[in-house]
């Protein structure tokens, strides 16, 4: 074998080795489809953005990303979930939304494939799961912290509070808000509720608060009913203060929705697609570019959910060879131990209920824009 054919194996060799990278398949269900698929396309896109350029990096981890669509519903969700399992996925993004992730969660717990949801918030997501993880604020955490920025800011004392009451979602944060306003000086003055079937017309729900003098009504919802209730509160020239959580990021971009009507609603979000710091700013360009509109924070969930996972598999050593259970044990200890800055909070960390902890941002809405307030 002569020298010239040995330094050409070398050669080859040190090429394919510097392009090797381990592909981890990262898969996860979303409303792609129907009401909630604005949720769904957000987290997704997001997701994909993340995984284009840690592919492009070449360095020790890839990913090959798979969503499958559950239209926000429970059962729709497990069959996506068992079409990944059949795929072979590795990792989960887990479901994008509350109930389906209930249901998806289970099959993570039995099947022993770690999933970290970008914004499945209701505390049954991960309990009683060891391998089950948030990127988002867990409800009760949305629930108290919006009384207390509400609270702090001094922006009413007189509260209305509309929920769904069928929604866990809805029902998560409306009890913990409810069981800590009084505690901050807060009166709730209006408590009323609606459910699917009876969510087109709220005029019994805003006559309350109306009558009863809110000065501040508290929307623990996802943005298509809150809609309604802005359109038919306008209509009647009802003008409280609104104040809204992270699931109705993403009303500005409803079809057919005049956004001149959420004109000053405030909400928290743990994202601020306004913010200055470069990697923001380079993600909101990526997806502006790509979709041609300004990334919510399910979006942005979905993108930090994948840049945490590559410093998880990174840190850990773990192989594309191993098994899931493998991969999983080792995803629990970094997500337990590790801390990881992303584009919706720096410094967070995670218990070992999967909660994650990070700083809430206040929003307004200002000219058909979010606009941070902090």
């Known amino acids: 074998m002569t020298k010239k054919f040995l330094l050409a194996l070398v050669l080859i060799f040190a090429v394919s080795s510097c392009s090797f990278a381990d592909t981890f398949k990262i898969g996860g269900t979303a409303p792609l489809t129907g009401g909630a698929a604005i949720y769904g396309n957000a987290a997704k896109n997001g997701a994909q953005i993340a995984v284009d350029e840690i592919n492009a990096l070449n360095g020790g981890v890839k990913f090959e990303l798979r969503y499958e669509d559950d239209t926000h519903d429970a059962e729709k969700a497990v069959n996506a979930y068992n079409v990944l399992k059949d795929w072979g996925m590795q990792i989960s993004l887990g479901s994008v939304t509350s109930k389906p992730c209930e249901a998806t969660a289970a099959e993570n717990f039995s099947d022993r494939i770690f999933a970290l949801t970008p914004s499945a918030s209701s505390a049954a997501v991960t309990e009683d799961k060891d391998n089950v993880f948030q990127m988002c604020f867990v409800d009760p955490n949305q629930g108290s912290a919006s009384a207390q920025y509400i609270a702090s800011k001094n922006l009413g004392k007189k509260i209305a509070v509309i929920w769904k009451n069928d929604d866990v979602y809805s029902k998560g944060i409306r009890d913990t808000f409810v069981e800590k306003a009084p505690g901050l000086g807060l009166e709730i003055v209006s408590e009323t509720t609606f459910a699917d079937g009876n969510d087109n017309d709220f005029s019994v729900q805003i006559s309350d608060a109306q009558s009863k003098g809110a000065e501040l009504v508290f929307l623990p919802m996802y943005y298509q009913p809150a809609s309604l209730i802005l359109a038919q509160a306008s209509s009647i020239n009802f003008a409280p203060k609104w104040f809204g959580v992270d699931g109705m990021d993403g009303i500005l971009t ?104 990070k700083d809430p941002k206040g929003m307004i809405i200002q000219k058909g824009a979010y606009v941070g307030l902090e």
Request: proline content about 2%; glycine content about 8%.
């Open 254 to 357: 409803m079809e057919g929705f005049d956004n001149s009507l959420a004109e000053g609603v405030i909400l928290l979000t743990p994202f601020n697609a306004d913010a200055k710091d470069e990697k923001t700013q380079k993600f909101v360009a990526e997806y502006k570019k790509r979709f041609g509109e300004i990334p919510n924070q399910f979006a942005a969930d979905g993108y930090d959910c994948v840049y945490a996972y590559c410093q998880a598999l990174t840190n850990s050593g773990a192989k594309s060879s191993m098994s899931n259970e493998e991969i999983n044990n080792l995803m629990i200890a970094q997500f337990t131990s590790m801390t990881f800055n992303g584009i919706t909070g720096e410094n967070m960390k995670w218990s070992k209920q999967g909660e994650v902890t």
